[in-house]
């Protein structure tokens, strides 16, 4: 009888702890819309910050920037970070830094979006 | 002298071809806002087709689905597909068209945004 009930604390427990690991991840859209005259200069540095972020940061799991092909200048990124801790970290680094330091004037528009995956884990193929 | 021009011709052929693979995937997104009386429905519907589609055909790269926390019922899809012959395959399949079909009535409104990816290639890790 307790090892039966010492099984079922583990299984709840062990559930619990996945089910947290799920939602610890922070998934956010982030929608801007770029000064049209400086949107060459503005995408590179993107570029260059997205790069930098997801070959260095294990905890940026995904920065996927896309531009409306009949509006160049609104961008939508899908922004997937591990945790709390791996977003903090990430805007400390010299490489979002020099971005948010470049690009302040390029910058129109900025909507932070909270979300939740309806099917967290998902990949790209 | 023949030699040189040829390899010139290889590689500028070559890179062409790179450049076009690159263009071919189709990168878009959905947003819909969905009647909230309906909301746990329609989800159970996005669901299903989303997990059919990304396992059974290799031709959809990825649908990455994601609600926004204060509005639930506005959703946006990250949609990628190889071509355009697996976008056009994927409309055909069995599960696309039972989730067409069963969420009709539950769609207020749905925009289709045709967009170009600032790094193609990009995965989450």
Redesign the interface.
Known sequence: MKTTTLLIFSLLFSLNLFGQQENKQI?R?AKLVIDSAQLESY?AF??DE??AS?SLE?GV??????????R?SH??I?E?YADEEAYRKHIQTPHFIKYKNGTRDMIRSLEL???????PG????
Do not use: F, G, H, Q
């Open positions: 998934v859209l995408n993107l570029k997205i790069e997801v294990p799991l995904t920065l996927y920037a896309v531009a409306e092909k009949d160049p961008i939508t899908l997937i979006i909270d979300t939740t995956p309806l099917v998902m990949k790209i193929k």
